[in-house]
């Protein structure tokens, strides 16, 4: 099942006896594994009912022991093993020999006051592997993957709902613009736009502007913005920030082209016929950010934009072999990008 289904049964009520979250988004799979708590066990009961364990140190087996075990105290308990590595095509390192073959005779008959569930930080696993394929086959594997580029827009609104405040419309874009996609990151961010906001506050454009804090490479990505959009003043004001905090060009040059690679790529992968999610696999990066590329990259041509990682690659040997002044094939560069 995947995740969206997967907290909709335990909203309602309905609990599989194992889960095997995986993927990419830790946040998501901590999110389930909190979920799943508050609905099966009352905080003063959390000490007796929730048992975590490491998989590289603990044999499966002993998970399905504590499984079979009676709770104390408490009418159902949950066990939480993380790092279920067995599950993936990966090589493990570990000593620990794991016998899968106790945990399929467990799911043929799962005890009813427990449940188990294994995290795995893996984006794939095998399919191959008896296991797994007895645990697709309960519905119990649960995919934690990155969010497309308007489910990251609306969960990032949701939370916002949820500390009861809003976002002017398009700040929750700029927040991910600037902050990045992450949703660890994000909830941290949207948290100190809540207590700037209060309690049913709407958060504007210029409070986010005074809140968030730009990595560079967020500010690569609106620096090129603005260059796209050929506002030169703030560009370069932008360039002249960068250079203030001590930003090394080499650096910033080096962002700058990975940023006209991916808009590269996205069109050309965009011309092929591929959809911005395929895109974002095939290039592995997120889908967010290949709907930023992708809208930069509508201002250019495919020979355009090879052109331009050509020269980004002359000014890189220029600046390292001292031919140019840093931070004047900068300049000189962003002027001819604009014209």
Known sequence: MDYKSAIRQINKGQFQPVYVCYGSESFLIQELVEKLTDKLVEPEHRAFAVNKYDLTETPVETIIEEAETLPFMVPRKIIVASRALFFTGAKESGKIEHKLDRLTEYMKSPADFSIIIFTVDADKLDERKKIVKSLK???????????????????????????????????????????????????????????FAGKGGTLTMADLEQLVTRSIEQNIFQLIEHIVQVQLEQAFTMLAELLRRK????????????????????????????SQQQIASQ???????????????NRF??????????????????????????VLGLEMFLLKLAS
């Not at 090394?248 to 590269?264: C, D, G």
């Not at 290039?283 to 990259?297: D, E, F, N």
């Open 137 to 195: 086959d309960a519905d119990a594997l649960v995919p934690c993957t990155m969010l497309s580029a308007d489910e990251l827009t609306h969960w990032v609104g949701h939370e916002a709902e949820k500390a009861d405040f809003s976002f002017a419309p398009g700040v929750a874009d700029q927040l991910i613009l600037y902050t990045g996609t992450s949703l660890q990151t994000l909830v941290k961010e949207i948290e100190k736009c809540a207590l």
């Open 283 to 297: 290039i592995s990066v997120h889908p967010y950010a290949v709907k930023i590329a992708a809208g930069q990259a």
């Open 301 to 326: 041509e495919l020979n355009k934009l090879a052109h331009i990682l050509r020269q980004l690659a002359d000014l890189d040997f220029q600046m390292k072999s001292g031919k140019i002044d840093k």
């Open 247 to 274: 930003e090394e060009p080499i650096k910033i040059i080096m962002l700058i082209a990975r940023q006209f690679r991916i808009m590269f790529q996205v069109k050309d992968l965009t011309q092929q016929g591929y």
